[in-house]
């Protein structure tokens, strides 16, 4: 029996082969240059989570997305 893949809504097979097909061909220095662009942003933020806290993270993204 074939198990069927499940992806998350709006995405099927061929949007994850070009994600991945997109950071497969991607330089060391393209990579870099992403990353340091995602530290850059003015809508968005990174910071270090503790990874108990990693539920109540996603949940309180879920909740604020949804409002």
């Known amino acids: 029996m074939k198990k069927q893949n ?6 099927n097979e061929e949007r994850v082969r070009r994600v991945l097909d997109q950071y497969e061909d991607q330089t060391d220095d393209e990579a870099l240059a992403e990353d340091e662009a995602a530290f850059e942003s003015t809508t968005h ?4 989570v503790p990874v108990d806290l990693v ?9 604020h997305r949804t409002a």
């Open 6 to 11: 499940r992806f998350p809504p709006g995405w």
């Open 45 to 48: 933020t990174v910071m270090e």
């Open 55 to 63: 539920p109540t993270v996603r949940t309180l993204i879920a909740t």
